[in-house]
Protein backbone atom coordinates (compact mmCIF):
# COMPACT_ATOMS: atom_id res chain seq x y z
CA UNK A 1 0.00 0.00 0.00
CA UNK A 2 3.44 2.03 0.24
CA UNK A 3 2.87 2.09 -3.89
CA UNK A 4 -0.81 4.42 -2.95
CA UNK A 5 0.45 6.66 -0.45
CA UNK A 6 3.84 7.17 -3.06
CA UNK A 7 1.67 8.26 -5.77
CA UNK A 8 -0.37 10.56 -3.63
CA UNK A 9 2.58 12.15 -2.02
CA UNK A 10 3.64 12.77 -5.96
CA UNK A 11 0.88 14.70 -6.44
CA UNK A 12 0.23 16.39 -3.83
CA UNK A 13 3.64 17.73 -4.24
CA UNK A 14 3.55 18.66 -7.34
CA UNK A 15 0.51 20.88 -6.90
CA UNK A 16 1.83 22.39 -3.99
CA UNK A 17 4.19 24.88 -4.81
CA UNK A 18 1.72 27.70 -3.77
CA UNK A 19 -0.12 26.95 -0.84
CA UNK A 20 -3.68 28.78 -0.81
CA UNK A 21 -5.66 29.27 2.23
CA UNK A 22 -9.43 27.47 1.27
CA UNK A 23 -12.12 29.14 1.53
CA UNK A 24 -15.58 28.30 3.00
CA UNK A 25 -17.22 28.47 7.00
CA UNK A 26 -16.67 25.27 9.73
CA UNK A 27 -19.51 24.58 12.63
CA UNK A 28 -17.92 22.74 14.57
CA UNK A 29 -19.57 20.90 18.24
CA UNK A 30 -17.08 21.11 20.68
CA UNK A 31 -17.22 18.97 24.16
CA UNK A 32 -18.84 21.11 26.54
CA UNK A 33 -16.44 21.96 29.15
CA UNK A 34 -17.07 20.07 32.69
CA UNK A 35 -15.71 23.32 33.83
CA UNK A 36 -15.37 26.93 33.09
CA UNK A 37 -11.79 28.13 32.67
CA UNK A 38 -9.68 29.59 30.54
CA UNK A 39 -8.30 27.78 27.77
CA UNK A 40 -5.03 28.67 25.25
CA UNK A 41 -4.17 27.19 22.49
CA UNK A 42 -0.56 27.35 20.68
CA UNK A 43 -0.48 27.26 16.82
CA UNK A 44 2.54 27.01 14.57
CA UNK A 45 1.98 26.52 10.63
CA UNK A 46 -1.35 28.71 10.53
CA UNK A 47 -0.65 29.61 6.71
CA UNK A 48 -1.08 26.29 5.86
CA UNK A 49 -3.97 23.97 4.25
CA UNK A 50 -4.33 22.18 7.57
CA UNK A 51 -3.22 24.75 9.82
CA UNK A 52 -5.37 27.22 8.93
CA UNK A 53 -8.36 24.49 9.18
CA UNK A 54 -6.92 24.09 13.02
CA UNK A 55 -7.48 27.83 13.29
CA UNK A 56 -10.70 27.62 11.92
CA UNK A 57 -11.94 25.20 14.54
CA UNK A 58 -10.64 27.19 17.28
CA UNK A 59 -12.15 30.49 16.06
CA UNK A 60 -15.58 28.37 15.98
CA UNK A 61 -15.51 28.10 19.45
CA UNK A 62 -19.43 27.40 20.10
CA UNK A 63 -18.93 26.12 23.61
CA UNK A 64 -15.97 29.00 24.08
CA UNK A 65 -13.81 26.20 24.90
CA UNK A 66 -10.86 28.39 23.97
CA UNK A 67 -10.71 31.56 25.16
CA UNK A 68 -7.16 32.47 23.24
CA UNK A 69 -4.92 31.21 20.67
CA UNK A 70 -1.04 32.38 19.77
CA UNK A 71 -0.25 32.00 16.47
CA UNK A 72 3.86 31.92 15.77
CA UNK A 73 5.18 31.96 12.49
CA UNK A 74 7.57 34.15 10.13
CA UNK A 75 4.59 36.14 8.40
CA UNK A 76 0.95 36.42 8.47
CA UNK A 77 -1.16 37.62 5.31
CA UNK A 78 -4.35 39.54 5.87
CA UNK A 79 -6.32 36.92 4.93
CA UNK A 80 -5.70 34.35 7.62
CA UNK A 81 -8.30 35.17 10.06
CA UNK A 82 -11.81 35.71 8.84
CA UNK A 83 -12.54 39.82 9.36
CA UNK A 84 -9.47 40.34 9.98
CA UNK A 85 -7.61 43.02 7.55
CA UNK A 86 -5.15 43.80 10.11
CA UNK A 87 -1.70 41.48 8.92
CA UNK A 88 0.30 42.72 12.28
CA UNK A 89 -2.82 42.89 15.21
CA UNK A 90 -6.20 41.75 15.73
CA UNK A 91 -8.53 44.05 16.64
CA UNK A 92 -10.67 42.98 19.38
CA UNK A 93 -12.39 46.81 20.24
CA UNK A 94 -15.70 46.25 18.88
CA UNK A 95 -18.01 43.76 21.24
CA UNK A 96 -19.62 42.47 18.66
CA UNK A 97 -16.55 41.03 17.30
CA UNK A 98 -16.29 38.91 20.48
CA UNK A 99 -19.21 36.73 19.66
CA UNK A 100 -18.45 34.57 16.61
CA UNK A 101 -20.62 31.81 15.44
CA UNK A 102 -22.84 31.22 18.46
CA UNK A 103 -19.60 31.44 20.81
CA UNK A 104 -17.47 33.88 22.31
CA UNK A 105 -14.56 34.45 19.76
CA UNK A 106 -10.87 33.64 20.96
CA UNK A 107 -8.33 36.71 21.84
CA UNK A 108 -5.80 36.33 18.85
CA UNK A 109 -2.45 36.85 19.51
CA UNK A 110 0.21 37.12 16.71
CA UNK A 111 3.79 36.59 17.41
CA UNK A 112 5.84 37.24 14.55
CA UNK A 113 9.63 35.46 13.98
CA UNK A 114 11.69 36.09 11.20
CA UNK A 115 13.35 32.68 12.10
CA UNK A 116 12.38 29.90 13.97
CA UNK A 117 15.46 28.24 14.44
CA UNK A 118 16.04 26.71 17.91
CA UNK A 119 12.99 28.68 19.14
CA UNK A 120 13.38 26.35 22.45
CA UNK A 121 16.41 28.93 23.82
CA UNK A 122 13.61 31.46 23.25
CA UNK A 123 11.16 30.68 25.26
CA UNK A 124 11.33 33.52 28.24
CA UNK A 125 11.53 36.01 25.26
CA UNK A 126 7.71 34.85 24.14
CA UNK A 127 6.45 33.62 27.29
CA UNK A 128 8.12 35.05 30.48
CA UNK A 129 9.99 33.35 32.78
CA UNK A 130 8.48 30.38 35.29
CA UNK A 131 8.50 33.15 38.07
CA UNK A 132 6.84 35.32 35.75
CA UNK A 133 3.90 33.19 34.78
CA UNK A 134 3.49 30.78 38.08
CA UNK A 135 0.35 32.89 39.30
CA UNK A 136 -0.34 33.67 35.28
CA UNK A 137 -2.39 32.07 32.38
CA UNK A 138 -1.77 28.83 30.93
CA UNK A 139 -0.85 26.84 27.35
CA UNK A 140 -3.09 23.93 27.39
CA UNK A 141 -2.62 22.81 23.49
CA UNK A 142 0.31 23.06 21.01
CA UNK A 143 -0.26 22.31 17.28
CA UNK A 144 2.03 21.86 14.99
CA UNK A 145 0.98 21.88 11.30
CA UNK A 146 4.00 23.54 9.21
CA UNK A 147 6.41 22.09 7.53
CA UNK A 148 7.97 22.65 3.43
CA UNK A 149 5.47 22.11 0.62
CA UNK A 150 7.77 21.38 -2.42
CA UNK A 151 10.89 19.62 -0.80
CA UNK A 152 11.72 18.63 -4.21
CA UNK A 153 13.21 22.06 -4.95
CA UNK A 154 15.40 21.58 -1.83
CA UNK A 155 18.32 20.03 -1.02
CA UNK A 156 17.86 17.15 1.91
CA UNK A 157 19.84 19.80 4.47
CA UNK A 158 16.81 22.59 4.14
CA UNK A 159 14.30 19.93 4.60
CA UNK A 160 15.64 18.15 7.59
CA UNK A 161 16.22 21.21 9.10
CA UNK A 162 12.69 22.59 8.92
CA UNK A 163 10.74 18.99 9.42
CA UNK A 164 12.95 17.42 11.93
CA UNK A 165 15.15 20.28 13.43
CA UNK A 166 12.68 22.57 13.63
CA UNK A 167 9.48 20.80 14.78
CA UNK A 168 12.17 19.52 17.50
CA UNK A 169 12.84 22.63 18.94
CA UNK A 170 9.05 23.56 18.81
CA UNK A 171 8.36 20.82 20.88
CA UNK A 172 11.14 21.53 22.92
CA UNK A 173 9.44 25.00 23.40
CA UNK A 174 6.09 23.04 24.09
CA UNK A 175 8.13 21.30 26.87
CA UNK A 176 9.61 23.98 28.33
CA UNK A 177 6.45 25.88 28.53
CA UNK A 178 5.04 23.20 30.74
CA UNK A 179 8.10 22.84 33.05
CA UNK A 180 7.84 26.38 33.47
CA UNK A 181 4.05 25.66 35.23
CA UNK A 182 2.48 27.19 32.55
CA UNK A 183 0.15 23.87 32.09
CA UNK A 184 0.94 22.44 28.31
CA UNK A 185 -0.96 18.98 28.01
CA UNK A 186 -1.36 18.36 24.89
CA UNK A 187 0.18 18.19 21.47
CA UNK A 188 -0.69 17.26 18.20
CA UNK A 189 1.82 16.85 15.03
CA UNK A 190 0.80 16.67 11.39
CA UNK A 191 2.43 13.68 9.90
CA UNK A 192 1.73 10.52 7.35
CA UNK A 193 1.01 7.78 7.25
CA UNK A 194 3.57 4.75 6.82
CA UNK A 195 6.05 7.17 8.74
CA UNK A 196 8.70 5.48 9.73
CA UNK A 197 8.79 3.25 13.03
CA UNK A 198 12.14 3.47 13.57
CA UNK A 199 14.26 5.79 11.47
CA UNK A 200 17.97 5.87 11.05
CA UNK A 201 19.22 9.67 11.33
CA UNK A 202 20.63 10.87 8.86
CA UNK A 203 24.24 11.24 8.61
CA UNK A 204 26.59 14.62 8.35
CA UNK A 205 27.55 12.86 5.08
CA UNK A 206 23.89 12.76 3.85
CA UNK A 207 22.84 15.75 4.59
CA UNK A 208 25.50 17.45 3.17
CA UNK A 209 26.09 14.96 0.30
CA UNK A 210 22.60 17.03 -1.63
CA UNK A 211 23.88 20.51 -0.98
CA UNK A 212 25.72 21.21 -3.97
CA UNK A 213 25.30 24.14 -5.15
CA UNK A 214 22.04 23.85 -7.39
CA UNK A 215 21.10 20.48 -6.57
CA UNK A 216 18.19 19.97 -5.09
CA UNK A 217 16.53 16.63 -4.54
CA UNK A 218 14.19 16.46 -6.96
CA UNK A 219 11.07 13.74 -7.09
CA UNK A 220 12.74 10.77 -6.72
CA UNK A 221 15.16 11.97 -4.23
CA UNK A 222 12.46 13.54 -2.44
CA UNK A 223 10.42 10.19 -2.27
CA UNK A 224 12.99 7.91 -1.46
CA UNK A 225 13.28 10.11 2.34
CA UNK A 226 9.89 11.14 2.47
CA UNK A 227 8.47 8.37 5.01
CA UNK A 228 12.47 8.49 6.83
CA UNK A 229 11.87 12.57 7.64
CA UNK A 230 8.50 11.78 8.54
CA UNK A 231 9.88 8.95 10.91
CA UNK A 232 12.31 11.28 12.52
CA UNK A 233 9.84 14.35 12.32
CA UNK A 234 7.31 11.79 15.03
CA UNK A 235 10.31 10.56 16.77
CA UNK A 236 11.64 14.19 17.44
CA UNK A 237 8.21 15.08 18.93
CA UNK A 238 8.02 12.09 20.91
CA UNK A 239 11.33 12.19 22.04
CA UNK A 240 10.95 16.11 23.17
CA UNK A 241 7.57 15.97 24.88
CA UNK A 242 8.45 14.08 28.23
CA UNK A 243 6.93 16.64 30.65
CA UNK A 244 3.41 16.57 28.14
CA UNK A 245 0.92 13.91 29.41
CA UNK A 246 -0.59 13.30 25.64
CA UNK A 247 1.07 13.59 21.91
CA UNK A 248 -1.25 12.89 19.16
CA UNK A 249 0.37 11.97 15.52
CA UNK A 250 -2.16 12.94 12.70
CA UNK A 251 -0.93 10.11 10.52
CA UNK A 252 -3.00 11.36 7.11
CA UNK A 253 -3.01 10.35 3.37
CA UNK A 254 -4.18 12.35 1.09
CA UNK A 255 -5.61 16.01 1.90
CA UNK A 256 -8.48 16.87 -0.11
CA UNK A 257 -9.29 21.00 -0.32
CA UNK A 258 -13.23 22.10 -0.70
CA UNK A 259 -11.63 23.43 -4.14
CA UNK A 260 -9.78 22.58 -7.04
CA UNK A 261 -7.14 24.82 -6.22
CA UNK A 262 -4.45 23.25 -9.22
CA UNK A 263 -6.98 22.25 -12.13
CA UNK A 264 -6.47 18.79 -13.48
CA UNK A 265 -3.85 17.69 -11.20
CA UNK A 266 -6.51 18.49 -8.36
CA UNK A 267 -9.08 16.85 -10.45
CA UNK A 268 -6.96 13.76 -11.01
CA UNK A 269 -5.73 12.83 -7.25
CA UNK A 270 -9.73 13.77 -6.34
CA UNK A 271 -11.48 11.61 -8.99
CA UNK A 272 -9.00 8.98 -7.79
CA UNK A 273 -9.88 9.00 -4.07
CA UNK A 274 -13.50 9.19 -5.19
CA UNK A 275 -12.98 6.16 -7.44
CA UNK A 276 -10.99 3.94 -4.51
CA UNK A 277 -11.64 5.36 -1.01
CA UNK A 278 -14.61 2.97 -0.90
CA UNK A 279 -12.27 -0.26 -1.13
CA UNK A 280 -8.88 1.35 -0.05
CA UNK A 281 -7.69 0.56 3.11
CA UNK A 282 -9.30 3.19 5.44
CA UNK A 283 -5.60 4.49 6.99
CA UNK A 284 -4.97 5.55 2.91
CA UNK A 285 -8.63 7.07 2.70
CA UNK A 286 -8.16 10.73 1.62
CA UNK A 287 -9.09 13.26 4.20
CA UNK A 288 -10.80 16.49 3.54
CA UNK A 289 -8.25 19.51 5.02
CA UNK A 290 -11.71 21.10 7.16
CA UNK A 291 -12.28 17.06 8.48
CA UNK A 292 -8.52 17.44 9.88
CA UNK A 293 -8.48 20.29 11.38
CA UNK A 294 -11.92 19.77 13.32
CA UNK A 295 -9.79 16.59 14.36
CA UNK A 296 -6.30 18.13 15.80
CA UNK A 297 -8.75 20.83 17.58
CA UNK A 298 -11.44 17.83 18.96
CA UNK A 299 -9.09 15.67 19.89
CA UNK A 300 -7.25 17.99 22.06
CA UNK A 301 -10.63 19.32 23.69
CA UNK A 302 -11.89 16.18 24.68
CA UNK A 303 -8.68 15.09 26.05
CA UNK A 304 -8.39 18.34 27.75
CA UNK A 305 -11.98 17.67 29.21
CA UNK A 306 -11.24 14.25 30.39
CA UNK A 307 -13.44 12.93 28.13
CA UNK A 308 -10.96 10.07 26.55
CA UNK A 309 -10.64 6.04 26.63
CA UNK A 310 -8.90 4.32 29.15
CA UNK A 311 -6.88 2.54 27.17
CA UNK A 312 -5.93 6.74 25.55
CA UNK A 313 -5.52 7.36 29.60
CA UNK A 314 -2.61 5.17 29.95
CA UNK A 315 -0.70 5.61 26.87
CA UNK A 316 0.78 9.08 26.17
CA UNK A 317 0.79 8.91 22.40
CA UNK A 318 -1.34 7.80 19.94
CA UNK A 319 -1.23 7.51 15.71
CA UNK A 320 -4.87 8.21 14.55
CA UNK A 321 -5.34 7.64 11.35
CA UNK A 322 -8.87 8.51 9.07
CA UNK A 323 -10.56 5.94 11.25
CA UNK A 324 -9.67 8.08 13.97
CA UNK A 325 -10.78 11.48 12.04
CA UNK A 326 -14.37 9.81 12.47
CA UNK A 327 -15.06 8.88 15.25
CA UNK A 328 -12.85 12.18 17.13
CA UNK A 329 -14.92 14.40 14.97
CA UNK A 330 -18.61 12.62 15.15
CA UNK A 331 -18.15 12.97 19.08
CA UNK A 332 -17.82 9.67 19.89
CA UNK A 333 -13.80 9.80 21.21
CA UNK A 334 -11.22 7.20 20.12
CA UNK A 335 -11.93 4.28 21.34
CA UNK A 336 -9.90 2.56 19.07
CA UNK A 337 -6.50 4.49 18.16
CA UNK A 338 -3.60 2.97 17.63
CA UNK A 339 -1.24 3.15 20.55
CA UNK A 340 2.33 2.69 20.96
Not at 58 to 67: G, P, Q, Y
Not at 76 to 101: N, T, V, W, Y
Not at 108 to 120: A, E, F, G, N
Amino acid sequence: MKVIALVNIFLVFFISSNNKRTKGKTTMVLVRAQEQKKRTALVFGANGVVGSQVLNAILDNTDSFWTKVILVGRRFPPSLIPGDSDADKFKDDDPSEKEHRGGRRPEIVKIQLSDLTDIHEKREDLFGSKEENDEGETIDACFIALGVSNPFDYDLKYWHSIEVEMIASITKLCNQINGSGRGVKYIGLLSTIDAEEDPKPFSVQELSGTNDKGKTLGWWGMLKHYYRIKGLQEAAVVEGSKDISFVSLFQSCSIITKESRYGCIDKTIFAFHRLFDPILPKQYHSVKDEMLGKAFVFDAVQVLSGVTSEAREKNKVAKLTYVDFLKIVDGKGAEEKEEL
